[in-house]
């Protein structure tokens, strides 16, 4: 039993490091940006730096969209007249 609790507490560990060094990386990113777009960007620097915080989460919903949209319909759902799905009766 204390074997298996030991395995759970550190791969939650693993997954909590893992998370806190993307989030340390996404900040890094953002100050980067920003203190980058402040020389050499003709726009404003805290759009850039807005950009670069939402990004990912653009990607992800984007991805997830996708996702979706180009889902496969089980074979087991027949398509009917009206483009809807019906179970099919045995």
Request: proline share 4%.
């Amino acid at each position: 039993m204390l074997p298996s609790i030991l395995l759970q507490f550190e791969l939650a560990l693993i997954g909590f490091v893992l998370s806190l060094l993307t989030f340390v990386v996404q900040i890094a990113l953002v100050i980067w940006t920003y203190s980058d777009a402040t020389d050499n960007s003709s726009y404003s620097a805290i759009l850039w730096a807005i950009v670069v915080l939402f990004a990912p989460l653009i990607g992800w919903c984007s991805t997830c969209c996708s996702a979706a949209i180009n889902a496969k319909r089980p074979t087991w759902l027949t398509d009917t007249a009206q483009g809807t799905y019906q179970i099919p009766r045995s």
